[in-house]
Structures are given as structure tokens and as C-alpha cells.
């Protein structure tokens, strides 16, 4: 197991942001975490991870910072970057808790050509375009060779070819027994590429959990989402599309936990 | 990469202004009269080389390394370039307890002004720590250090305003405007203890200031102790920066020109800005120091003036070139 999750509530104010949300992921897996605006990704992940107060059980935030550092990388939405520091060292950053030096360089090499970012290397990280720079922070995240990748919106920013990249990276990833857990906005994305899809619903609650096939049905993305959708079959496969909300549609109901 | 032959110049650059600070001065002997006093000399000269001049060029160097490396940590833990030693309020709180002491009759002579400058910095540690909060963030310091400023600068103001002894006043604002004259061995002994542990601290600090070059959340996942972090850059900042005021009084801009200038230089990387900046400072201490000696020898003009009017200009400079960079 590469990630567990029991009953974990975050309050922020007084108000539940993410609700008893109890999940297992095995190793080697690569889930994507969707749900709209607002749902508790972020704040699940970040209470997974122990960057913020929880109540209930999560055993990476159970870790002390440096193990858990070893053990799991954290990518955040905000692409902050301080100094003009270059990519070669800012890459590197992700080395900080590996106490193996010698893997050092080879980590970094290796993530930085994952990411097509080595030509950038000497480049001031802050002179970078936005999707360059999501790239080089997306390599800290792969050198800090962790089993574990917890991503809010990695692909968000990306042109499409670096969008598939990353995600087939991920993909590729998964299959070579490291776990990842994304949070994606892009439902087609998330279809194509996740073996396994959480949604969550307003009041940070798991509504659905399973193969994108199960999760995505049209009852559901109405009632979470308000949006249609549906598998449209292509020369490569089935291809999950957004649809407009049917016009006699209702507004998309409250979620009820209890009718899943 | 770059980093030794920098430390290096810079390290060559502090020696050289350092044995310059030791041969200028209204004794007006010759250089090798002078490094011959230095050296068991016998008589006047010899006393004024080991007594005065010695101290002086350490205390300056002392002084450079603290503001110039505090500066350097503080930007790089608040992550932003005008941060500088001022910001969290310790100078401010150093200046006041010096302040009342010399108001209480306390010679600017002798150690009793660095005594109270460092219980009024401890004083300003606690409450800055107190207002600042728990957990680690970067906001709260900075709250907490205008805070304490403003609480401190109130509190001189008053002091000065209530001082029923012109004279006292007088002296409350020439101790102020920050310098190295006239300090003695005794200085050097009652500041270096505390620099050196502040300076151990914050050099110790630059790899967990590294990561938070990528947020505090990144930081954090990578496994920094934000609010460990946050205690290492104000104690160490407090204990080099706070035993600076409490014996050369407010010399400002050193903490927020230095690093900006070395920034460059260093690749940006916060741990490797550290060494730089605080070579870096004592070499403008040193500058300076020699500097208010040569432009008016007749005068006392201080090394806070100096420094404000060299820094203001330069620092200038840098804003345009950073908007005209854009």
C-alpha cells in the first residue's frame, strides 16, 4: 500500500473542507484526483502530505518531514520561484533529502531529460515561459525520486504535446511501480490516461472512486460538475468528451453523500 | 563553478581594506612606521595602532560580516530583495535600550551602552517571537518585526522627547547615527561571542533557505521545518544584528545593498549568497569606515551618515536598472 487515508477531515473556520475521505492506493497505480472548483482536492492532498492539520488517520503525514520527503513528492499549484536561480541547481533542490550523493547528478540528468528541459539548464528558472517553467519544477518533482508523486494540476499550462507527455510519463511511471496522484481539471486527460479516477464533490467528499469508465457517467458529471458528457468511440480508442448541460437540465443539484 | 575564486577575491578584498583601515588615521605616520608599531612597537604609535586602529578595523569587519550575512538570510527566508537586518525590528530594539541607558547617565564610552543595546535586542527577540506567532510563515515575522520597530522607534522618540538633559540628547543622537570611533578591544570581546553564534546559526540555515526558494509548501514537503527555520533566521539575525547595534549603533543599507549586489554573482542560489554577502558587507564597513576618515578627518562624521548617503545612491541605481532590465 502506497498511500493510506482514513476518515481524514480538514476544517478550515469551522467549515468541513474535505470529509471523512478514506482512501487506499496501491503501489504502482496512477490516480487522478477530479472534482470541480472548490471540492477539496488540494486541501486532501495537502492533508495527506501533513502540510496542514487533520484529524483522522493518513500514514504519510504520520512520517517525520525528512522520511516523509524521501518517501513522497509534492508538487504545488503555485509555480513560485524566489531568485533567478538556473534549472541545473533548481532541479537539483530535489535532491536535499537523498543522503545517496553519488545519485545526485544522475537523478537530475535524468529528470531534466524527461522533462525536455536539459537544454535549459543554464537558463535563470525565472526568465522561463510559464509552461517551461511548470517543466523544470515538474523535473524537482521526478530527481527527488520518491515512490510516491502527489501533483495538483501538473499539466495545467502545458501546451498539448507536453500535456500528453507528462501525463504519459506518469503513465509510464505507474507501470514501473512508482504510485501517482494527480489532481486534473481536464476530464479527457484524466479518462485517457488515469487506471483509476476520485471524484470529489462539494463538501470534500468522495463521491466516486474506480475505473474512469464507472466514475464518469452522465448522472454523475450533471449532478457534480453540471456538465454533460460521454466515451466517444475514435480510431485510438474510446475518447472521453465535456458536453453543454442538456437545455431543460435543472442546476446542478446539491450532493447528497447517500446516492452515490 | 565560480564559487571559490569569488570567495576568495572577496576574502583578499577584506585583508587588503583591512590593513588600509589599519594605516589611516589623524596620526598621520607613514605605512611602514605603522605596520612596524603594529608589530611590538614601542610608544605612542604602537598604542594607537593596537588600541585603536586594530580594533576599529575588526569591529568594522565584525560589523559587515553580521549586517551583510543577516541581510543575505533574511531575504532569503522572507524571499524578497528589499528585505534587510531593520525589517524585524532587533536594531530598533537594540538602539532603544542604548538609547535609555545613555539617557540614565551611562558614558558612550564604556560597556554599558553595548550591555543595554543587547538586553533591549533580547527584549525585542522575545516579544517579535511572541507577536509573530507560531507555525512558519513568513508574514507573520514581518508584521511582528514593523511591529517592534514602530513600538521601539516610539519609545526613543519618547525617551528623547522627555530627556530633561540637552546633553544626554545630544549624545542619543550622535550614538544613533551608528560608528566605530573610539572603540576599544572591550567592544570587540562584548559583541563577538553573540556575532559569532548568530553567524554560525544563519550560515547553518542556507540549505533549507534553498528550498524555500520554491515556496513554503514545497519547502515543507521537502522535508524543512518551516517554524525551526523561522526561529534559526531570527535568533541568528537577532544575535549577530542586536550585538552589532549594541556597539556601533543603526548602520543601515549594508544588510540591503550587499546581497543584492552578490546575488548575481552566486547564481542566486541563497546558500552560496551567504559566504559572498558576508564578506561582501565587511568590505563595505571597511569602505566606508576608511572613507569617513579620509573626506572630512577633522570632522566625526559617522559611519550611519556615510552609509546612508553612499547607499541611498547605489541602491537607487539598482532599482532603475532592475525597471529598466524589465
Same mark, same amino acid.
Given at each position: 500500500?502506497?498511500?493510506?487515508?482514513?476518515?481524514?477531515?480538514?476544517?478550515?473556520?469551522?467549515?468541513?473542507?474535505?470529509?471523512?475521505?478514506?482512501?487506499?492506493?496501491?503501489?504502482?497505480?496512477?490516480?487522478?484526483?477530479?472534482?470541480?472548483?472548490?471540492?477539496?482536492?488540494?486541501?486532501?492532498?495537502?492533508?495527506?502530505?501533513?502540510?496542514?492539520?487533520?484529524?483522522?488517520?493518513?500514514?504519510?503525514?504520520?512520517?517525520?518531514?525528512?522520511?516523509?520527503?524521501?518517501?513522497?513528492?509534492?508538487?504545488?499549484?503555485?509555480?513560485?520561484?524566489?531568485?533567478?536561480?538556473?534549472?541545473?541547481?533548481?532541479?537539483?533542490?530535489?535532491?536535499?533529502?537523498?543522503?545517496?550523493?553519488?545519485?545526485?547528478?544522475?537523478?537530475?540528468?535524468?529528470?531534466?531529460?524527461?522533462?525536455?528541459?536539459?537544454?535549459?539548464?543554464?537558463?535563470?528558472?525565472?526568465?522561463?515561459?510559464?509552461?517551461?517553467?511548470?517543466?523544470?519544477?515538474?523535473?524537482?518533482?521526478?530527481?527527488?525520486?520518491?515512490?510516491?508523486?502527489?501533483?495538483?494540476?501538473?499539466?495545467?499550462?502545458?501546451?498539448?504535446?507536453?500535456?500528453?507527455?507528462?501525463?504519459?510519463?506518469?503513465?509510464?511511471?505507474?507501470?514501473?511501480?512508482?504510485?501517482?496522484?494527480?489532481?486534473?481539471?481536464?476530464?479527457?486527460?484524466?479518462?485517457?490516461?488515469?487506471?483509476?479516477?476520485?471524484?470529489?464533490?462539494?463538501?470534500?467528499?468522495?463521491?466516486?472512486?474506480?475505473?474512469?469508465?464507472?466514475?464518469?457517467?452522465?448522472?454523475?458529471?450533471?449532478?457534480?460538475?453540471?456538465?454533460?458528457?460521454?466515451?466517444?468511440?475514435?480510431?485510438?480508442?474510446?475518447?472521453?468528451?465535456?458536453?453543454?448541460?442538456?437545455?431543460?437540465?435543472?442546476?446542478?443539484?446539491?450532493?447528497?453523500?447517500?446516492?452515490? | 563553478?565560480?564559487?571559490?575564486?569569488?570567495?576568495?577575491?572577496?576574502?583578499?578584498?577584506? &585583508?587588503?581594506?583591512?590593513?588600509?583601515?589599519? #594605516?589611516?588615521?589623524?596620526?598621520?605616520?607613514?605605512?611602514?612606521?605603522?605596520?612596524?608599531?603594529?608589530?611590538?612597537?614601542?610608544?605612542?604609535?604602537?598604542?594607537?595602532?593596537?588600541?585603536?586602529?586594530?580594533?576599529?578595523?575588526?569591529?568594522?569587519?565584525?560589523?559587515?560580516?553580521?549586517?551583510?550575512?543577516?541581510?543575505?538570510?533574511?531575504?532569503?527566508?522572507?524571499?524578497?530583495?528589499?528585505?534587510?537586518?531593520?525589517?524585524?525590528?532587533?536594531?530598533?530594539?537594540?538602539?532603544?535600550?542604548?538609547?535609555?541607558?545613555?539617557?540614565?547617565?551611562?558614558?558612550?564610552?564604556?560597556?554599558?551602552?553595548?550591555? &543595554?543595546?543587547?538586553?533591549?535586542?533580547?527584549?525585542?527577540?522575545?516579544?517579535?517571537?511572541?507577536?509573530?506567532?507560531?507555525?512558519?510563515?513568513?508574514?507573520?515575522?514581518?508584521?511582528?518585526?514593523?511591529?517592534?520597530?514602530?513600538?521601539?522607534?516610539? #519609545?526613543?522618540?519618547?525617551?528623547?522627547? #522627555?530627556?530633561?538633559?540637552?546633553?544626554?540628547?545630544?549624545?542619543?543622537?550622535?550614538?544613533?547615527?551608528?560608528?566605530?570611533?573610539?572603540?576599544?578591544?572591550?567592544?570587540?570581546?562584548?559583541?563577538?561571542?553573540?556575532?559569532?553564534?548568530?553567524?554560525?546559526? #544563519?550560515?547553518?540555515?542556507?540549505?533549507?533557505?534553498? &528550498?524555500?526558494?520554491?515556496?513554503?509548501?514545497?519547502?515543507?514537503?521537502?522535508?524543512?521545518?518551516?517554524?525551526?527555520?523561522?526561529?534559526?533566521?531570527?535568533?541568528?539575525? &537577532?544575535?549577530?544584528?542586536?550585538?552589532?547595534?549594541?556597539?556601533?549603533?543603526?548602520?543601515?543599507?549594508?544588510?540591503?545593498?550587499?546581497?543584492?549586489?552578490?546575488?548575481?554573482?552566486?547564481?542566486?542560489?541563497?546558500?552560496?549568497?551567504?559566504?559572498?554577502?558576508?564578506?561582501?558587507?565587511?568590505?563595505?564597513?571597511?569602505?566606508?569606515?576608511?572613507?569617513?576618515?579620509?573626506?572630512?578627518?577633522?570632522?566625526?562624521?559617522?559611519?550611519?551618515?556615510?552609509?546612508?548617503?553612499?547607499?541611498?545612491?547605489?541602491?537607487?541605481?539598482?532599482?532603475?536598472?532592475?525597471?529598466?532590465?524589465?
Amino acid at each position: 500500500m502506497s498511500l493510506s487515508l482514513r476518515d481524514l477531515t480538514v476544517r478550515r473556520d469551522g467549515r468541513v473542507v474535505v470529509d471523512r475521505v478514506s482512501l487506499n492506493v496501491s503501489q504502482g497505480s496512477f490516480v487522478g484526483l477530479i472534482g470541480p472548483n472548490g471540492a477539496g482536492k488540494t486541501t486532501l492532498m495537502r492533508a495527506a502530505l501533513g502540510l496542514i492539520a487533520a484529524e483522522g488517520f493518513s500514514d504519510l503525514a504520520a512520517l517525520p518531514p525528512s522520511r516523509r520527503a524521501r518517501r513522497a513528492a509534492w508538487l504545488p499549484q503555485a509555480r513560485e520561484i524566489a531568485w533567478p536561480i538556473p534549472v541545473e541547481p533548481l532541479v537539483r533542490l530535489g535532491r536535499r533529502t537523498d543522503p545517496d550523493r553519488r545519485a545526485d547528478t544522475p537523478a537530475v540528468a535524468e529528470a531534466m531529460a524527461a522533462m525536455e528541459v536539459t537544454h535549459l539548464r543554464d537558463r535563470p528558472a525565472t526568465e522561463l515561459s510559464g509552461g517551461e517553467l511548470a517543466r523544470v519544477l515538474i523535473a524537482r518533482l521526478l530527481a527527488q525520486r520518491t515512490p510516491l508523486i502527489l501533483a495538483d494540476e501538473p499539466v495545467a499550462g502545458l501546451d498539448p504535446a507536453h500535456q500528453f507527455a507528462v501525463m504519459a510519463l506518469f503513465q509510464r511511471l505507474a507501470g514501473q511501480g512508482r504510485t501517482v496522484i494527480a489532481s486534473i481539471h481536464d476530464l479527457t486527460l484524466a479518462a485517457r490516461f488515469c487506471e483509476r479516477l476520485v471524484l470529489m464533490g462539494a463538501g470534500g467528499r468522495i463521491v466516486a472512486d474506480g475505473p474512469p469508465a464507472q466514475v464518469l457517467t452522465p448522472e454523475r458529471l450533471q449532478q457534480v460538475f453540471g456538465v454533460g458528457g460521454s466515451f466517444l468511440p475514435t480510431p485510438s480508442g474510446p475518447v472521453f468528451v465535456t458536453l453543454p448541460p442538456p437545455p431543460s437540465s435543472p442546476a446542478p443539484a446539491p450532493p447528497d453523500p447517500a446516492d452515490p | 563553478m565560480s564559487r571559490a575564486p569569488l570567495l576568495l577575491s572577496l576574502a583578499a578584498l577584506v &585583508a587588503v581594506l583591512a590593513l588600509a583601515s589599519l #594605516l589611516i588615521g589623524p596620526a598621520g605616520a607613514g605605512p611602514v612606521a605603522s605596520l612596524k608599531a603594529l608589530w611590538g612597537g614601542e610608544g605612542p604609535l604602537g598604542i594607537v595602532l593596537r588600541e585603536i586602529r586594530a580594533p576599529r578595523a575588526v569591529l568594522a569587519v565584525m560589523l559587515g560580516v553580521s549586517l551583510g550575512l543577516s541581510g543575505a538570510a533574511l531575504q532569503g527566508y522572507l524571499r524578497n530583495p528589499l528585505a534587510e537586518p531593520g525589517l524585524i525590528g532587533i536594531s530598533a530594539a537594540a538602539a532603544l535600550g542604548a538609547v535609555i541607558a545613555i539617557q540614565a547617565g551611562v558614558s558612550t564610552l564604556g560597556l554599558g551602552v553595548p550591555a &543595554a543595546g543587547l538586553a533591549g535586542a533580547l527584549g525585542g527577540v522575545g516579544l517579535i517571537l511572541l507577536l509573530a506567532g507560531r507555525g512558519g510563515s513568513g508574514l507573520g515575522l514581518i508584521l511582528g518585526g514593523i511591529a517592534v520597530s514602530a513600538l521601539a522607534g516610539a #519609545l526613543t522618540a519618547l525617551v528623547l522627547n #522627555l530627556s530633561p538633559n540637552p546633553f544626554a540628547a545630544y549624545d542619543i543622537m550622535f550614538w544613533t547615527m551608528g560608528s566605530l570611533a573610539d572603540r576599544s578591544w572591550a567592544h570587540v570581546l562584548t559583541a563577538l561571542p553573540l556575532m559569532g553564534l548568530g553567524w554560525a546559526v #544563519l550560515l547553518r540555515a542556507g540549505r533549507d533557505l534553498d &528550498a524555500l526558494s520554491l515556496g513554503e509548501e514545497a519547502a515543507a514537503s521537502m522535508g524543512v521545518d518551516l517554524g525551526a527555520l523561522r526561529l534559526k533566521i531570527v535568533l541568528g539575525a &537577532a544575535a549577530a544584528v542586536g550585538a552589532a547595534t549594541a556597539v556601533a549603533g543603526a548602520v543601515g543599507f549594508v544588510g540591503l545593498v550587499v546581497p543584492h549586489l552578490l546575488r548575481g554573482a552566486v547564481g542566486a542560489m541563497p546558500s552560496r549568497l551567504l559566504p559572498a554577502a558576508a564578506l561582501g558587507g565587511a568590505a563595505l564597513v571597511l569602505t566606508a569606515d576608511i572613507a569617513v576618515r579620509l573626506v572630512m578627518p577633522e570632522r566625526d562624521l559617522k559611519l550611519g551618515v556615510m552609509m546612508a548617503l553612499v547607499g541611498a545612491p547605489v541602491f537607487l541605481h539598482l532599482i532603475w536598472r532592475t525597471q529598466v532590465g524589465k
